[in-house]
């Protein structure tokens, strides 16, 4: 059994990623405006059946086989209270069991193969679907547990993933929310 890889509490976050500690970078408007919308949007469909709980910036402790116990903190993330009720009041705070899904909105310094072990090691804990969401292209690349893999643009009115069929995220509507009205 590995020991469980201790980070200092940092703002922003500090991640373990690849082998090393990462610390997130500070949200642009544009990372902070989308964190939100599809946090409204997952928190909306997590409440309306009391499905589970979303939150923005939750630190998760997991490990895949043969590695240390470490942190990520995806932008998003929703569990199921299934997943969380068996958890003790101090473990749901940082849970040591993965989400079903998690959301990671880019920033213009995040590193490519950063984003891509997360990717990789989200689907290696069981994370059931995995959204990474690009401000600047106005576009999602998916992710599922059963291998499936879309990228969608902002044209697109809703998506629903073939392994959560009962979630409808509003594409169009999330990315909407970084337009800005004309001022009259």
């Not at 919308?37 to 979303?54: D, I, V």
């Not at 402790?61 to 043969?66: L, M, Q, T």
């Not at 392994?163 to 337009?179: M, T």
């Amino acid at each position: 059994m590995f020991a469980e890889i201790t980070l200092p509490d940092t703002k922003p976050e500090t991640e373990w990623i690849a082998g090393r500690a990462v610390q997130k970078v500070l949200s642009t408007t544009d990372h902070s405006i989308l964190q939100a919308a599809f946090l409204y949007a997952l928190r909306a469909w997590a409440m309306s059946e009391r499905r589970g709980q979303a939150g923005p910036e939750w630190r998760f402790r997991v490990s895949i086989p043969g590695t240390r116990v470490h942190p990520l903190v995806p932008d998003v993330a929703f569990m199921s209270f299934a997943r969380l009720r068996p958890l003790s009041s101090k473990d749901r705070q940082s849970p040591n069991v993965p989400p079903e899904i998690v959301v990671e909105i880019l920033s213009p310094d995040d590193r490519p193969k950063d984003v891509e072990a997360k990717r990789i090691e989200y689907l290696t804990w069981g994370v059931s679907l995995v959204i990474i969401a690009d401000p600047n292209a106005h576009c999602v690349d998916i992710y599922d547990s059963a291998g499936h893999y879309e990228r969608l643009d902002a044209s697109v009115e809703t998506y629903v993933p073939e392994v959560i069929p009962d979630l409808v995220l509003p594409l169009r509507a999330i990315f909407a929310e970084l337009d800005i009205p004309e001022l009259m």
